[in-house]
């Protein structure tokens, strides 16, 4: 082993490997800065015969959507032993998997989207699809498993939504489709059991999708802190502190939620939150008077197996 050394788990082979190795390589000069020797492993092939080779004090795992943040990538670490960065096995399998997730804050009484499942038959069509009646036009439709806001469509009508539908058929077998709810989009951010911030975005697209995330030319405003009452403030803040305990979650989670009628509505809770230039979590934590680098290194010192 060599003292003080670190792996940066980045790249992979999700939809969102482009974001990875932008959160990784921003750690890894983050943590360079903090003293630590840092390795950065691209998480495909026999990614994992490398990290045995270099035995490092912990893994930063900065890896983003399917097999990074799901669970997958985590039993792997947890079978070498080695300690890691953020939530668990568990916990990210549930945080990722966006109906199992409701179900927990459902009975933790956090409110959420009214939604339904569409899953595919034997035929490969998804089935159910008439129970859209139940809920009203605009519809939000989603992967129940993906991150970055990949594969989410806004339906205004019964067109759009077959439409969007087709799209998403041939890269999964499971669709959300929620209720779409109008308002603030109001996130949050928690920091081991401290809720460090809630910041409000004001997106100049339909919404803040992968484009208006990673991209500065979206031009999305961020309001820091969250233009509402102290109040409000205080109740988004106790949501998101209570989201990241129901999930069992460790380390830094981002919980996304819209404020409209003076109700919180939770839409998920990102356990392992991008860490660029242009994220939240990074941001909220500067004006609670915490560094980028210190952030990183305190996601370092927080490493564990069995999360």
């Given at each position: 082993?060599v003292?003080?050394?670190?792996?940066?788990?980045?790249?992979?082979?999700?939809?969102?490997?482009?974001?990875?190795?932008?959160?990784?390589?921003?750690?890894?000069?983050?943590?360079?800065?903090?003293?630590?020797?840092?390795?950065?492993i691209?998480?495909?092939?026999?990614?994992?015969?490398?990290?045995?080779?270099?035995?490092?004090?912990?893994?930063?795992?900065?890896l983003?959507?399917?097999?990074?943040?799901?669970?997958?990538v985590?039993?792997?670490?947890?079978s070498?032993?080695?300690?890691?960065?953020?939530?668990?096995?568990?916990?990210?399998?549930?945080?990722?998997?966006?109906?199992?997730?409701?179900?927990?804050?459902?009975?933790?009484?956090i409110?959420?989207?009214?939604?339904?499942?569409?899953k595919?038959?034997?035929?490969g069509?998804?089935?159910?699809?008439?129970?859209?009646?139940?809920?009203?036009?605009?519809?939000?439709?989603?992967?129940?498993?993906?991150?970055?806001s990949?594969?989410?469509?806004?339906?205004?009508?019964?067109?759009?939504?077959?439409?969007?539908?087709?799209?998403?058929?041939?890269?999964y077998?499971?669709?959300?489709?929620?209720?779409?709810?109008?308002?603030?989009?109001?996130?949050?951010?928690?920091?081991?059991?401290?809720?460090?911030?809630?910041?409000?975005?004001?997106?100049?697209?339909?919404?803040?999708?992968?484009?208006?995330?990673?991209?500065?030319?979206?031009?999305?405003?961020?309001?820091?802190?969250?233009?509402?009452?102290?109040?409000?403030?205080?109740?988004?803040?106790?949501?998101?502190?209570?989201?990241?305990?129901?999930?069992?979650?460790?380390?830094?989670?981002?919980?996304?939620?819209?404020?409209?009628?003076?109700?919180?509505?939770?839409?998920?809770?990102?356990?392992?939150?991008?860490?660029?230039?242009?994220?939240?979590?990074?941001?909220?934590?500067?004006?609670?008077?915490?560094?980028?680098?210190?952030?990183?290194?305190?996601?370092?010192?927080?490493?564990?197996?069995?999360?």
């Amino acid at each position: 082993m060599v003292k003080n050394l670190i792996v940066v788990l980045l790249g992979g082979i999700s939809g969102e490997r482009k974001i990875s190795f932008l959160t990784g390589r921003s750690c890894t000069k983050a943590l360079r800065k903090k003293g630590y020797k840092v390795k950065e492993i691209d998480a495909k092939g026999h990614f994992v015969k490398k990290i045995r080779k270099l035995n490092p004090k912990a893994i930063f795992n900065a890896l983003h959507g399917r097999y990074g943040e799901d669970g997958f990538v985590q039993a792997i670490l947890e079978s070498i032993k080695i300690p890691y960065t953020h939530s668990g096995v568990l916990s990210s399998s549930l945080a990722m998997d966006k109906v199992a997730s409701r179900i927990i804050f459902k009975r933790k009484k956090i409110k959420v989207p009214r939604y339904f499942l569409l899953k595919k038959d034997n035929s490969g069509n998804f089935k159910k699809k008439n129970r859209i009646k139940n809920i009203k036009f605009p519809i939000v439709i989603k992967p129940v498993n993906e991150g970055s806001s990949l594969g989410v469509y806004i339906c205004k009508n019964r067109f759009e939504f077959n439409k969007n539908i087709k799209r998403l058929k041939n890269n999964y077998n499971k669709i959300l489709v929620e209720e779409y709810i109008p308002g603030k989009e109001i996130q949050a951010a928690v920091m081991g059991n401290k809720a460090l911030g809630a910041i409000e975005l004001i997106p100049k697209r339909k919404f803040y999708d992968y484009t208006a995330k990673y991209s500065a030319k979206a031009k999305t405003k961020h309001v820091m802190p969250a233009e509402i009452s102290r109040k409000k403030y205080n109740e988004v803040l106790m949501l998101a502190k209570k989201a990241h305990k129901s999930l069992g979650c460790k380390g830094i989670t981002r919980s996304d939620f819209r404020f409209y009628k003076n109700k919180f509505y939770l839409l998920e809770t990102n356990t392992q939150p991008g860490m660029t230039k242009l994220s939240l979590v990074p941001e909220i934590a500067k004006y609670s008077g915490i560094s980028f680098e210190d952030l990183v290194a305190w996601i370092v010192k927080d490493a564990s197996n069995n999360r």
